[in-house]
């Protein structure tokens, strides 16, 4: 087994939301984002970050809005609810 690939699936709820706390960010930018701070250590695949923010959006504790970026680009842009705040605020205890 990977350890990391194992590290990465029992945290990506916390590291999304994490993450998602400071500011909205869109899934590109999450990916590199977390890529940066671990110093390459976690890496998300698209196969495994969208069906995540999907699932988070869905649960309510994320929220995804469209914007239109000055490339003519249009990104999702994901950020954290009242309830996602508050299940983040949990897990943190729970560590």
């Not at 869905?58 to 249009?74: A, F, M, P, R, T």
Request: glycine share 8%; net charge positive; hydrophobic share 30%.
């Amino acid at each position: 087994m990977d350890c990391r690939r194992e590290m990465l699936k029992g945290n990506t709820e916390t590291l999304l939301l994490s993450l998602l706390q400071e500011q909205p960010m869109y899934g590109y930018q999450i990916i590199k984002e977390l890529e940066k701070r671990s110093r390459g250590y976690f890496r998300f695949r698209e196969g495994t970050l969208y069906p995540a923010l999907h699932r988070l959006e869905s649960e309510g504790l994320i929220q995804g809005v469209w914007e239109s970026h000055s490339s003519g680009k249009k990104r999702r842009y994901y950020s954290l609810t009242e309830k996602g705040l508050e299940w983040l605020e949990a897990k943190v205890v729970e560590w």
